[in-house]
């Protein structure tokens, strides 16, 4: 290990995060600190459904926009089963329920300052039915989009959200090693 921990407390904490700060020794003998962004684990889906794809649009307190982005969050739990989760977000904020969840993988985000995973699931088979949006999420509009449209939203900067692109890029890759399936 090149980074030695010599101490660490915890500075805050709510119902979404926890922030610790650390007392660091690195490989040199320097000495510093390092924080770190708690996080419980999220989902990301990519619900696709022909030539469409199911995307969201809300407020993003954070950058004060309004941003598009595949359906995605967490529930501020520890050890919550992956799928279930992926199941849980696509239902409360899209209303879908998938026939098939398939996991592509498993992401870290921001991992130079937060410590979250990201679990990537493709929903197929979708079913419509009602939303249960978290209160954060009054303000949700489903946007149901061309996957062409969505791509060329990544591409003209439309959509910036890392984890829709990393998202897509994975899927992509998955759909070119698996005969182009969808």
Not at 45 to 50: A, K, N, R, T, W
Not at 82 to 93: D, N
Not at 112 to 131: D, E
Request: charged residues 30%; proline residues 4%; aromatic residues 8%.
């Amino acid at each position: 290990m090149s980074i030695k921990t010599l101490s660490s407390r915890e500075i805050y904490r709510n119902p979404w995060l926890r922030l610790r700060e650390d007392q660091i020794e690195r490989s040199n003998g320097a000495r510093g600190i390092y924080g770190v962004i708690e996080k419980d684990d999220c989902a990301v889906i990519i619900p696709i459904e022909g030539e469409t794809i199911y995307l969201i649009e809300q407020f993003r307190y954070t950058i004060q926009q309004r941003a598009i982005e595949l359906p995605q969050g967490g529930w501020e739990t520890a050890d919550v089963d992956p799928e279930e989760l992926a199941r849980g977000e696509l239902r409360e904020e899209t209303g879908l329920t998938a026939a098939s969840m398939t996991r592509l993988s498993t992401l870290w985000i921001a991992y130079g300052y937060a410590r979250q995973k990201l679990h990537v699931f493709l929903a197929t088979g979708l079913t419509p039915g009602g939303t249960d949006p978290d209160p954060e999420e009054h303000d949700l509009v489903l946007r149901p989009t061309s996957i062409a449209d969505f791509e060329t939203m990544i591409l003209d900067g439309t959509i910036r959200d890392d984890c829709t692109i990393a998202a897509w890029g994975l899927y992509r890759l998955w759909r070119e090693r698996n005969s182009g399936q969808r």
